[in-house]
């Protein structure tokens, strides 16, 4: 499977991934994460139904809070 993830090329030797599956192979271990598949926002209570497929864009975004 190939796609794109976060503007970067990366291939997988599977077909399929669930969000969850992509960020563990990824190794994105920060708590507070957005997710957006082909533009589309993902809930977090869906990254474990959520598909990524073959030609996806996938963008993974690490939130930062401060003040």
């Not at 598909?51 to 864009?57: A, E, P, S």
């Amino acid at each position: 499977m190939d796609i794109i993830l976060n503007n970067r090329n990366e291939s997988f030797d599977t077909d399929q991934l669930t969000i969850n599956e992509l960020l563990a192979v990824k190794n994105f271990t920060f708590k507070m994460l957005v997710v957006k598949v082909n533009g589309e926002l993902v809930r977090r209570r869906d990254f474990d139904s959520s598909i990524v497929k073959n030609g996806d864009d996938v963008m993974v975004l690490h939130l930062i809070t401060g003040g």
